[in-house]
């Protein structure tokens, strides 16, 4: 659904019960499905990160609870959203019992509404503590988490609706499908930013090398290769310079896979003088209080943390969002994005920093997709999705706007490996004549931007990433690429370029300008 909304509507925005025009219609297609499916149906609705997932159905709990003599269960699958969810209830009027535990269910009858996380109210139901028999409607938040599904066959008998922003199961063997006879998707992302109710993404997409990363059970990359990855110099470099480039002096959310990663960024940018927390599970409620006050009340604070911020964190003053990793999960995705598309008075866009190639797997934030055909067939949208070698293969390394203008005199600093690599085959020469035309060509642009053999060398110590990439590209040509290997052919190569700058500088220089160096 996508209804025009009133320039009065965008002005009069209340906080709490006021809702959205496009809320109402997704309320009321709801209820319309209440009405006309049996009561045992299971319904999914989507909605995207910051729509207002909570607000609609606590209204429809509201609602629901007027209407029927049954009672409602909201499950959530962690803590932070456990708490949320009853207070944005309590806003709605709605009287509400969370079943957390620590909580004393002798009262329980005197409620209509029970909040509770899932593993919670599995040990709960099993020990027979909680009376689920007049329970008429079952909530789930973030349903696209499997955790719930085993929790169905206490509610047989009752109307399961599950809300997720992407109805795609965190797990591939068990698709959403099986276990929801129906998806209404609601507002898109694209409508949402041009209605003014999300802010805009300005995304920046670092190419990166992905291929040391592991798959693992899950589907997705573990922690450990992504830690080897990303705890290396060349990525902590990387990633401070992008921030520098793009977030400097803005309120930035750095998301990583995994705890140690998150320590070396913050150790990293802490050093270069920036003010930068770290966040991870294992703080203290209390810690993670003070560091979240901090976040919101610095400026230009820059929070690094390891996933415990994708779901029920909302600070609308982030102004860039760093993904600091590469994920495989179209969910998480557009969890970290959407932690920067909370709108204020002064602000309607944001800024992502993308280094973990995942906007090349999946498409831009916001971009249109058709969610309805990613529930019936998961595997079609997954199966399409581009495999990191895919995603490399395309990449053409840019020199960055400062160091392109170092090199000015120069009308191509681009060199094609791969052709280069296929017509030295084809004439039937060996491969080490590439890395050799490479290195002419790397002290050819040196050279056109030098007076001497001086200015060469220290232009040639700024090839780092270009160099890195041809070799990147090189080792792939000849399948090539253990580590060792990787790391002495580009130290070799740094060695050998300075050698032909020291050896080949006058003659070269005499051709390029006409005239003698001086």
Same mark, same amino acid.
């Given at each position: 659904?996508?209804?025009?909304?009133?320039?009065?509507?965008?002005?009069?925005?209340?906080?709490?019960?006021?809702?959205?025009?496009?809320?109402?219609?997704?309320?009321?297609?709801?209820?319309?499905?209440?009405?006309?499916?049996?009561?045992?149906?299971?319904?999914?609705?989507?909605?995207?990160?910051?729509?207002?997932?909570?607000?609609?159905?606590?209204? /429809?709990?509201?609602?629901?609870?007027?209407?029927?003599?049954?009672?409602?269960?909201?499950?959530?699958?962690?803590?932070?959203?456990?708490?949320?969810?009853?207070?944005?209830?309590?806003?709605?009027?709605?009287?509400?019992?969370?079943?957390?535990?620590?909580?004393?269910?002798?009262?329980?009858?005197?409620?209509?509404?029970?909040?509770?996380?899932?593993?919670?109210?599995?040990?709960?139901?099993?020990?027979?503590?909680?009376?689920?028999?007049?329970?008429?409607?079952?909530? /789930?938040? #973030?349903?696209?988490?499997?955790?719930?599904?085993?929790?169905?066959?206490?509610?047989?008998?009752?109307?399961?609706?599950?809300?997720?922003?992407?109805?795609?199961?965190?797990?591939?063997?068990?698709?959403?499908?099986?276990?929801?006879?129906?998806?209404?998707?609601?507002?898109?992302? #694209?409508?949402?930013?041009?209605?003014?109710?999300?802010?805009?993404?300005?995304?920046?997409?670092?190419?990166?090398?992905?291929?040391?990363?592991?798959?693992?059970?899950?589907?997705?990359?573990?922690?450990?290769?992504?830690?080897?990855?990303?705890?290396?110099?060349?990525?902590?470099?990387?990633?401070?310079?992008?921030?520098?480039?793009?977030?400097?002096?803005?309120?930035?959310?750095?998301?990583?896979?995994?705890?140690?990663?998150?320590?070396?960024?913050?150790?990293?940018?802490?050093?270069?003088?920036?003010?930068?927390?770290?966040?991870?599970?294992?703080?203290?409620?209390?810690?993670?209080?003070?560091?979240?006050?901090?976040?919101? #009340?610095?400026?230009?604070?820059?929070?690094?943390?390891?996933?415990?911020?994708?779901?029920?964190?909302?600070?609308?003053?982030?102004?860039?969002?760093?993904?600091?990793?590469?994920?495989?999960?179209?969910?998480?995705?557009?969890?970290?994005?959407?932690?920067?598309?909370?709108?204020?008075?002064?602000?309607?866009?944001?800024?992502?920093?993308?280094?973990?190639?995942?906007?090349?797997?999946?498409?831009?934030?916001?971009?249109?997709?058709?969610?309805?055909?990613?529930?019936?067939?998961?595997?079609?949208?997954?199966?399409?999705?581009?495999?990191?070698?895919?995603?490399?293969?395309?990449?053409?390394?840019?020199?960055?706007?400062?160091?392109?203008?170092?090199?000015?005199?120069?009308?191509?600093?681009?060199?094609?490996?791969?052709?280069?690599?296929?017509?030295?085959?084809?004439?039937?020469?060996?491969?080490?004549?590439?890395?050799?035309?490479?290195?002419?060509?790397?002290?050819?642009?040196?050279?056109?931007?030098?007076?001497?053999?001086?200015?060469?060398?220290?232009?040639?110590?700024?090839?780092?990433?270009?160099?890195?990439?041809?070799?990147?590209?090189?080792?792939?040509?000849?399948?090539?690429?253990?580590?060792?290997?990787? #790391?002495?052919?580009?130290?070799?190569?740094?060695?050998?370029?300075?050698?032909?700058?020291?050896?080949?500088?006058?003659?070269?220089?005499?051709?390029?300008?006409?005239?003698?160096?001086?």
């Amino acid at each position: 659904m996508s209804s025009t909304i009133s320039l009065l509507e965008l002005e009069d925005r209340k906080v709490g019960k006021e809702l959205y025009s496009y809320q109402k219609g997704a309320i009321n297609k709801i209820f319309k499905s209440f009405e006309e499916a049996p009561e045992d149906y299971h319904l999914l609705y989507q909605l995207p990160t910051g729509g207002g997932k909570t607000v609609i159905f606590s209204e /429809i709990v509201r609602q629901y609870l007027k209407l029927h003599k049954k009672k409602v269960l909201v499950m959530t699958h962690r803590i932070e959203l456990c708490r949320q969810t009853s207070s944005m209830l309590t806003e709605f009027g709605v009287e509400n019992k969370v079943v957390n535990s620590k909580a004393n269910l002798d009262d329980q009858a005197q409620y209509s509404c029970f909040v509770a996380m899932v593993e919670t109210l599995n040990n709960r139901l099993n020990e027979d503590k909680l009376d689920i028999s007049d329970i008429g409607l079952v909530i /789930i938040d #973030e349903a696209h988490y499997n955790s719930f599904t085993k929790l169905f066959k206490f509610f047989e008998n009752a109307f399961i609706l599950g809300v997720t922003a992407t109805p795609l199961s965190s797990n591939i063997k068990l698709p959403m499908k099986d276990n929801y006879d129906e998806l209404i998707v609601g507002e898109s992302i #694209e409508s949402l930013i041009s209605n003014k109710f999300l802010a805009k993404a300005e995304i920046y997409s670092y190419n990166v090398g992905l291929t040391s990363l592991v798959v693992g059970a899950n589907g997705d990359y573990t922690v450990k290769s992504s830690e080897d990855l990303y705890t290396n110099n060349d990525m902590l470099s990387k990633l401070v310079q992008a921030y520098e480039e793009r977030s400097k002096g803005k309120k930035t959310l750095i998301f990583n896979n995994g705890i140690n990663t998150s320590l070396h960024v913050y150790d990293t940018f802490r050093a270069a003088g920036y003010p930068v927390a770290h966040l991870d599970n294992t703080n203290t409620k209390k810690e993670r209080k003070a560091i979240l006050k901090w976040f919101k #009340e610095t400026p230009d604070a820059i929070l690094t943390s390891v996933s415990i911020l994708t779901t029920g964190f909302d600070e609308p003053t982030v102004e860039s969002i760093i993904l600091n990793r590469a994920t495989k999960s179209l969910t998480l995705y557009y969890q970290m994005i959407g932690r920067g598309s909370r709108i204020l008075k002064d602000k309607d866009s944001f800024t992502v920093i993308d280094l973990g190639n995942n906007f090349h797997r999946f498409g831009p934030w916001g971009a249109v997709l058709d969610w309805h055909r990613i529930f019936r067939s998961p595997n079609f949208y997954l199966d399409g999705i581009l495999s990191d070698d895919e995603i490399e293969e395309t990449f053409k390394y840019e020199m960055p706007a400062d160091l392109r203008e170092e090199f000015s005199n120069s009308e191509n600093v681009y060199f094609d490996v791969k052709k280069t690599y296929i017509d030295a085959v084809r004439s039937g020469e060996s491969s080490k004549v590439v890395l050799e035309r490479s290195i002419e060509h790397h002290a050819k642009i040196c050279i056109e931007n030098s007076e001497d053999v001086y200015d060469a060398l220290d232009l040639s110590k700024k090839l780092g990433d270009d160099i890195d990439y041809r070799i990147q590209r090189y080792t792939k040509c000849i399948s090539k690429s253990t580590f060792n290997f990787v #790391e002495w052919l580009k130290e070799d190569y740094r060695k050998k370029l300075r050698a032909y700058l020291r050896n080949n500088f006058d003659e070269v220089f005499e051709v390029i300008h006409g005239r003698p160096a001086e």
